[in-house]
């Protein structure tokens, strides 16, 4: 079985101040992985995903993330956040297997501050 | 741009009654998914469903709850007799061709249940 694991909880970042967002996730077979992003009072939007290919996922909004194989990771990145940037962000994965449903970690809920 | 709709945003509900969240997705998506999110804790697959047939559903799935897709638009999630622990926050996704498209979310009903 697959899981996702987001240690922060909360990452408070002043504007224009790099972030990092942690995603570690355990599996037996290959992966694929998506971080995703939740404004107030809207659905989940996909950031970026990692399916094959260059490790180095650039996404929408700046966000960037790697994929790492040995440490089993999967961090987003971001050089300078805005206040805009305030939101959760949810880390998923997904495997070749069945349906392709995603295991989501619990999510990492990013304040930047003025 | 297309997205997917949920509705109603908020359900306050009494244990044991009936409830129907209704969702539609993006128009000429095929896969659709419910997951769900106890507050505080992580977002869980609930069921995928691709022509008219149930694909995978979790243990969570158990017979309190049906998906159906009454017409060519709607996708609901019926839960038959309501528990105190059904209170989450449940999403609807869908994606065009399953696998490892992308799904898109909707932006989730809030169902409290007293």
């Known amino acids: 079985a697959q899981s996702v694991t987001q240690l922060d909880s909360q990452v408070p970042v002043f504007e224009e101040a790099p972030v990092e967002l942690r995603c570690n996730y355990s599996s037996s077979v290959s992966v694929y992985l998506f971080w995703y992003v939740q404004y107030p009072n809207q659905g989940l939007q996909l950031l970026l995903k990692y399916l094959s290919g260059s490790t180095l996922v650039k996404g929408i909004n700046g966000f960037e993330a790697e994929f790492n194989k040995s440490q089993t990771s999967f961090h987003l990145r971001k050089p300078s956040v805005h206040i805009s940037d305030t939101a959760e962000y949810f880390c998923a994965v997904t495997t070749i297997s069945g349906t392709y449903k995603y295991i989501f970690g619990t999510g990492t809920r990013l304040k930047v501050l003025a | 741009e297309p997205e997917v709709t949920q509705t109603p945003s908020h359900q306050v509900t009494q244990m044991g009654q009936e409830v129907i969240l209704r969702c539609v997705p993006i128009?000429?998506?095929?896969?659709f998914y419910w997951y769900r999110q106890i507050l505080g804790q992580k977002v869980e697959f609930l069921v995928s469903?691709?022509?008219?047939?149930?694909?995978?559903k979790s243990e969570i799935f158990d017979d309190q709850f049906s998906v159906e897709r009454p017409d060519g638009s709607n996708f609901t999630l019926k839960i038959r007799s309501t528990k105190l622990e059904d209170s989450a926050m449940y999403f609807c996704a869908s994606s065009e061709y399953g696998g490892l498209e992308t799904q898109y979310f909707g932006p989730g009903t809030r169902l409290l249940v007293l």
């Open positions: 128009s000429n998506h095929l896969y």
């Open positions: 469903f691709y022509n008219n047939e149930i694909s995978e």
